[in-house]
């Protein structure tokens, strides 16, 4: 096969991919949202591609993962109808109850309920409904939340990796690669299992002074009855529903957004009064416009070969070590995605893992560590997620209004115990790579 040689379609894309992605890492500074950014270049890239002659707007739409975009639209008018039969918060104060003032057990109850959900919901979804419900109970409790509110986002981050429909950049892995539900359980999930036992327990080390408080344990008059308990049933009954169509999907020959829509389907005609109006406007369209944005952009790339040509440079030593290769990967992409989003460095990565494998390449692990390392690595720093930010943020509110400023979770605080738990499970998830790395070689 004769290399590339470098082009002006190459450069122009590279350049607006370049600033596109400074544009979204730097929102913190500029005050734009990212998702402008994302819109600009793609945008960009559809018109310098058409003068140039390798991309046009026809080639867009076609690049957009559609799979992608109505899974997660799907989900999210799910949980929207969820929200208010109050089923979440009766979970929550119940286990509150339970765990009869020991804050450890506590802490490991809601750590599970929070990952379980992280398994069929986004984590950011998930920290959305459980983060203000933490904030209360320990306010009951009088105790510090910052254990359990950093327990719920790095329990999230790294429960959400075990499924195709657990964490946004899965998703796009998946459906690149035409991974299905079962396979991707069997692959990432004993690994999760194990990361997720050692964070628990590296938490419990991390906050032993906290967690050795002794609560006031009064009586959760706030547990009230669901408001809505037909709905909350119906809805939990079909989410079921969905987990096994979820894990029939690939014998189905369904695509898991069909099994989300049908789910969705269901629980409008048979909730209680569902008005799909005041649902739908629950939808974040900014992170699907962003998604949609982001998959025109590196369309645009891919179609300029900017992506195939730097990969030529990268396959020899792949071809060398796999297994070294996908243990740096891993790590790579932690490393990069506890600094920046991990969809924008999924989305940049996929197109290169394909290049390889149309020469021929066994890039079945490189999928793994992929999703390995951008999902653990998300725990790395306060930026990590976009459900990191979400806590780091109520947190502060939370240091404002009571006027103690240690119940803020300051970038400092996130390092000394986040970055403790990324690279603890990435040592984890290498160690069980290795081991077992035939198994996560084995052809797709």
């Known amino acids: 096969m004769e290399p590339l040689l470098w082009n002006h379609a190459m450069l122009t894309s590279g350049i607006i991919l370049a600033v596109t992605f400074v544009g979204i890492f730097t929102e913190g500074v500029h005050g734009f949202h990212r998702a402008k950014f994302a819109l600009a270049g793609a945008g960009a890239m559809v018109l310098c591609g058409q003068f ?38 009766y979970l929550a104060y119940t286990i509150a109850e339970l765990s009869k003032g020991r804050l450890f057990l506590l802490l490991v109850m809601m750590g599970t309920l929070v990952t379980v959900l992280s398994l069929l919901l986004d984590n950011v979804t998930t920290v959305v409904i459980f983060g203000p419900l933490i904030i209360l109970i320990c306010q009951a409790l009088r105790v510090n939340p910052i254990p359990f509110l950093l327990a719920a986002a790095l329990l999230s981050d790294t429960g959400g990796v075990a499924t195709l429909v657990g964490d946004p950049p899965n998703l796009m892995i998946g459906s690149a690669a035409n991974i299905d539900f079962n396979t991707f ?119 300029s070969q900017f992506l195939q040509f730097i990969g030529q440079f990268i396959v020899p030593f792949v071809q060398k070590d796999l297994l070294t290769a996908s243990i740096m990967l891993m790590w790579l992409a932690a490393v990069l995605s506890a600094m920046i989003d991990n969809i924008p460095f999924t989305a940049a990565m996929i197109p290169i893992i394909l290049g390889m494998e149309t020469q021929g390449i066994n890039v079945a692990p490189l999928w793994w560590a992929l999703a390995a390392g951008v999902g653990m690595g998300g725990n790395g720093t306060h930026l990590g997620s976009t459900a990191n930010v979400f806590i780091v943020t109520i947190s502060e509110k939370l240091a404002k209004d009571s006027g103690n400023l240690d119940y803020a979770i300051t970038p400092a605080v996130w390092f000394r115990k986040g970055t403790s738990v990324m690279l603890f499970t990435l040592v984890i998830c290498s160690v069980i790579m290795t081991l077992f790395f035939d198994f996560f070689s084995a052809a797709l």
């Open 185 to 303: 359980f069997m692959h990432m999930g004993f690994i999760v299992l194990v990361a997720w036992v050692g964070t628990l327990f590296l938490l419990k080390y991390l906050f032993r002074k906290e967690l050795a408080e002794k609560p006031v344990m009064p009586e959760f008059n706030e547990k009230e009855e669901i408001a809505d308990p037909r709905t909350w049933k119906v809805a939990l009954g079909i989410l079921a529903a969905m987990v096994v169509g979820f894990i029939l999907h690939d014998d189905l020959h369904w695509e898991p957004w069909f099994v989300a829509a049908l789910g969705l389907t269901a629980l409008v005609f048979l909730g209680s009064n569902v008005e799909m109006d005041d649902y739908f406007s629950e939808v974040e369209i900014t992170l699907l416009v962003f998604f949609m944005s982001l998959f025109i952009l590196i369309g645009g790339v891919e179609h």
């Open 52 to 89: 140039y002659g390798f991309y046009n707007p026809e080639l867009a739409i076609e690049a957009i993962d559609w799979n992608v975009v109505f899974l997660l639209g799907a989900m999210m008018t799910i949980v929207s109808i969820m929200i208010p039969t109050g089923g979440f918060q």
